[in-house]
Structures are given as structure tokens and as C-alpha cells.
């Protein structure tokens, strides 16, 4: 069992930084993929971005990429997510979740993770 828990989430101007953290609880979490996911009000939930266990491979999103980074420290069982240059569009809920085992073509695909944490709102003023 794995428990997920964000923080750093506020309210920051357009094209400025801001980092968010996934604290994780219970066994094992070095061996356990991240994602990063995000919400926007009246959206679906869209992948911003991928890291595995070793913190050797990453992936992001379009949207997100040269923008975002994906990080882990598996000593503090912690992932973060730096977001640099922010947009308004950027704007949503995000939550990291964890899974086992996947493929590289099932990043996105919320059903492949196994925990979730509860989220955190990042709020991008214009």
C-alpha cells in the first residue's frame, strides 16, 4: 500500500515558477512509477508527465514540455514537479499517482496507476 500526498500548490502569476511536491507513505515506493496528472475545471484528466522508478526515463506532455520538470529523491520518498514559464492554461488540479508496472504507451492512461494522492490546486493568474 502506498499513500500519496501533494502540497505546494497556490496561486502564482503567469510565467512564473512554481513546485509541487508528491510525498509518498508505505512500502516500497522506490520501485514504483510517478505520474503527474492534471484537471481543469470542467476538463477531463490529462498526463502532464511520467517518471520511472530509477528516475532514468521521463516523459511529458505536448503541452508541458521544456516547460515542466519531473524529479524523485527515493531517500525522501518524495517526486516533484517544477513548472517554470506558467500559463494561464496551466491552471487545474493536479495529482500524482503511482503504478507497478505499465508500458510506455499507457503513461496516460489513469486506469494503469494503482495509488492517487488527493490533489492540489495551481492557480495561474494572467
Known amino acids: 500500500q502506498v499513500q500519496l500526498v501533494e502540497s505546494g500548490g497556490g496561486l502564482v502569476q503567469a510565467g512564473g515558477p512554481l513546485r509541487i511536491s508528491c510525498a509518498a507513505s508505505?512500502?516500497?515506493?522506490?520501485?514504483?512509477?510517478i505520474g503527474w496528472f492534471r484537471q481543469a475545471p470542467g476538463k477531463g484528466r490529462e498526463v502532464v508527465g511520467f517518471?520511472?522508478?530509477?528516475?532514468?526515463?521521463?516523459y511529458y506532455a505536448d503541452s508541458v514540455k521544456g516547460r515542466f520538470t519531473i524529479s524523485r529523491d527515493n531517500a525522501k520518498n518524495t517526486v516533484y514537479l517544477q513548472m517554470n514559464s506558467l500559463k494561464p492554461e496551466d491552471t487545474a488540479d493536479y495529482y500524482c499517482?503511482?503504478?507497478?508496472?505499465?508500458?510506455?504507451?499507457?503513461?496516460?492512461?489513469?486506469?494503469?496507476?494503482?495509488?492517487w494522492g488527493q490533489g492540489t490546486q495551481v492557480t495561474v493568474s494572467s
Open positions: 508505505g512500502r516500497a515506493f522506490s520501485t514504483y512509477a
Open positions: 499517482a503511482a503504478r507497478n508496472y505499465g508500458s510506455a504507451s499507457d503513461v496516460g492512461l489513469s486506469s494503469s496507476y494503482d495509488y
Open positions: 517518471i520511472r522508478w530509477s528516475g532514468a526515463t521521463t
